[in-house]
């Protein structure tokens, strides 16, 4: 069985940065296509990044936010830069053991318990 542990979240202004981390436990990380989507009070979850053996963003992020991967660690991280209030929302990481990192939650696995990021104006 697979775990994910988000954390990093938090409360930060326009404009400004976080990192979010996805620490997995279990064996075969390296092969694993991985996501992190985000749902928003009231929205449904949407993927903002993917990584396999390429990245993949929401239309919404690209520019600002980076998914980046460290097999060794087992981690998986989110680069959010330049947020916005809309960026607001819980953000999960998900893991798909088969390697795929598709854009839809059911493509995934494995998820996290999730983490919360709020974007003040």
């Known amino acids: 069985q697979v775990q994910l542990v988000e954390s990093g979240g938090g409360l930060v202004q326009a404009g400004g940065s976080l990192r979010l981390s996805c620490a997995a436990s279990?064996?075969?990380?390296?092969?694993?296509?991985l996501g992190w989507f985000r749902r928003a009070p009231g929205k449904e979850r949407e993927v903002v990044a993917t990584?396999?053996?390429?990245?993949d963003y929401a239309d919404s992020v690209k520019g600002r936010f980076t998914i980046s991967r460290d097999n060794a660690k087992n981690t998986v991280a989110l680069q959010m830069n330049s947020l916005k209030p809309e960026d607001t929302a819980v953000y999960y990481c998900a893991a798909n053991r088969l390697g795929r990192a598709g854009n839809v939650a059911a493509d995934y696995d494995y998820w996290g318990q999730g983490t919360q990021v709020t974007v003040s104006s």
């Open positions: 279990g064996r075969g990380f390296s092969k694993y296509g």
């Open positions: 990584i396999s053996w390429t990245t």
